[in-house]
């Protein structure tokens, strides 16, 4: 068999394995071995004497993966991020962001829910990690919404579809996934997430208010406040927007000149900044302990992923299949934009049976290739590119669209993580519960991505700043 034979019959194999229920990591991680193995005992003609070196070969080359790619210091923002989400949870912060939301936005028809978007979206600011801003918030929001009389399958579907957001707002491990995948900068893809993660936000809250003026007693509106109240909200969310500024700063200088330090270090220094606050508020070494702990499983469980999928990118390039497979994209006879179209709905059906980050993983190596020689390559100008972009930012351009196809697989069942994570914190609900109250916002996000895709210019307008 040829290398490209081999590579897509490995790949089928995989998501035979992916689909019987194994883990996405152990999945590729196993299929990329093997078909290591197969590869160059193919090279050696199959000779059963040389299978044993073949192996070698195979288990050296994999080996290598784990080291040399997580050594990356762009990956070591992740468990940064991860931690200023749970230091800013035991600081208080969360609880005082839903305060000032529900004050100043509460008056809206389904005025809760609303704050609710907000607040979360608030709180990715902070948060890297989707799952951890679920579970924060489905402890605070659903039982105030509870209280006035909404539907808890809608309340829970309001947080699961809310927590979402932190795969697109900054800081978002995704969004680093992506760039170290695609070799591309860290620090414009993250600010290329703060506009797009807005207009996603404000889609929701229109949604909700939407839903609440059809619908007869849907969510009533929390009034009642006044504006001293409302000014009194503001100062406790206030270190939200300081973290956000430190590490803004740190990834890109607004006064000119070079930044004044890397992505890293400004996750470091925003994560002392939380864990200060955090001790200001009386947090303990029990509750340190937890968010340390919380963030060590999490982190781990995103570095097993990449893990194993890196052993299985490793075969892809020895298989060529995202050579194949991007010489196939460009000679289909039909507009680029139609091809990208296309794309992002097999990620959409993707997600309904995979993890947000390993499906990232796994399909980036083969389908960004394609998609940057779709644009006519990675260092074409934007008056010769097919979608109107230079390469690098058409690069930055459509990793905002995979991460928000992303946050769609976080809630499309039977595989959405925010929606597990919400029913598993509340007794009283079910992820049947959670994924009924999830569904409108598919609409919502197919608005979002019909937007980004139509205004290329809500993506890129920050990073062409830099």
């Known amino acids: 068999m040829e290398p490209i034979d081999i590579g897509i019959a490995v790949s089928a194999g995989m998501l035979v394995l992916v689909l019987l229920g194994m883990r996405v990591a152990f ?22 004497s040389r299978f044993g070196k073949a ?18 210091q762009a990956l070591s923002l992740i468990p ?19 305060d000032a939301a529900k004050k100043w936005v509460g008056w809206l028809p389904g005025g809760l829910a609303v704050s609710t978007v907000f607040a979360t979206a608030g709180f990715a600011a902070v948060s890297g990690a989707s799952v951890a801003t679920s579970a924060v918030f489905a402890r605070i929001a659903i039982p105030e919404m509870l209280k006035i009389g909404y539907d808890k399958k809608f309340a829970a579907g309001v947080v699961a579809a809310g927590g979402t957001l932190a795969s ?29 993660g807005a207009v996603s936000a404000l889609i929701y809250g229109g949604l909700i208010v939407g839903m609440a003026l059809v619908i007869p007693n849907f969510g009533p509106p929390v009034r009642g ?3 001293g109240e409302r000014l009194k909200a503001l100062p406790p969310a206030l270190p939200i927007v300081f973290v956000v500024l430190i590490i803004i700063l740190f990834i890109y200088n607004p006064f000119g000149g070079d930044a004044w330090g890397t992505p890293t270090e400004g996750g470091a220094l925003g994560a002392f900044v939380v864990f200060l606050m955090a001790l200001y508020k009386g947090m303990r070494w029990a509750q340190l302990k937890d968010a340390l702990l919380e963030t060590a499983k999490l982190a781990v469980m995103i570095f097993t992923i990449i893990w194993g999928v890196l052993i299985y990118v490793r075969f892809l390039g020895f298989a060529d299949l995202p050579g194949a497979f991007s010489d196939w994209i460009t ?21 309904m049976f995979m993890d947000a980050i390993g ?38 351009w459509f990793g905002i669209l995979v991460v928000k196809m992303a946050e769609f697989c976080l809630i499309t069942p039977p595989i959405g993580l925010n929606c597990f994570v919400v029913a598993g914190v509340r007794d009283d609900l079910t992820v049947q519960d959670v994924f009924k109250g999830v569904t409108p916002f598919f609409i919502a996000d197919a608005v979002t991505i019909a937007t980004l895709v139509a205004f290329p210019s809500i993506v890129l307008w920050l990073p062409s700043l830099v």
């Not at 969004?175 to 414009?188: F, M, R, S």
């Not at 680029?336 to 993707?350: C, F, H, K, S």
Request: charged share 5%.
């Open 225 to 227: 406040f006044t504006w």
């Open 27 to 48: 999945a590729a991680g196993l299929a990329g071995l093997v078909g290591l193995i197969w590869i160059f005992w193919a090279k050696a003609g199959y000779d059963p």
């Open 168 to 196: 697109l707002i900054p800081p978002s491990a995704i969004l680093v996934i992506y760039a170290i995948i695609v070799e591309q900068d860290v620090g414009k893809l993250l600010l290329a997430g703060f506009v797009p």
């Open 55 to 72: 192996l070698t070969i195979a288990v050296k080359t994999a080996g290598q993966v784990p080291h040399s790619k997580v050594s990356s």
């Open 331 to 351: 000679s289909l006879d039909q507009s680029p934009m139609l091809t990208l179209v296309l794309i992002l709905l097999a990620y959409a059906v993707l997600g």
């Open 80 to 98: 940064t991020f991860i931690l200023i989400g749970y230091l800013a949870y035991y600081a208080g912060l969360t609880r005082a962001l839903f």
């Open 359 to 396: 499906m990232l993983l796994l399909t980036l190596p083969v389908v960004y290739p394609a998609v940057m020689a779709l644009n006519g390559g990675e260092m074409v100008s934007a008056a010769d590119s097919a979608f109107g972009m230079s390469g690098p930012m058409c690069a930055i």
